[in-house]
């Protein structure tokens, strides 16, 4: 091992070394966009969580309606069961459409 190569190193080291007092602004920034990102992630299930809550309420709304005026059983399940269909594909995509607004794919 050459002592002037173990030299250089620790000159270099000690040039490149990072205090605390030298991360001090650059926690702060980190701290900020951490907060601002969970606060985006947040909002968007909120907004997801709120879409798929009005879907279910509706369609027990309209469940109710179909038990009160249809009287026949599988013409009543034929009925929901497409309805509840259409809500899952509805779900899945405003779940693609909210990945896409904020870039996933």
Not at 12 to 33: C, E, K, Q, Y
Request: hydrophobic residues 45%; glycine residues 6%.
């Amino acid at each position: 091992i050459n002592l002037v190569d173990e030299a250089r190193a620790e000159e270099f080291h000690d040039w490149w070394a990072i205090s605390l007092a030298d991360m001090a602004p650059l926690t702060g920034l980190v701290m900020f966009v951490i907060v601002f990102y969970n606060s985006q992630c947040f909002g968007t299930y909120r907004d997801l969580y709120n879409h798929g809550n009005t879907m279910s309420g509706s369609i027990q709304d309209l469940a109710m309606r179909v038990k009160g005026l249809v009287k026949i059983g599988t013409m009543r399940w034929d009925l929901l069961r497409h309805l509840l269909a259409a809500q899952r594909v509805f779900y899945y995509e405003l779940q693609k459409d909210e990945a896409e607004n904020h870039g996933i794919q």
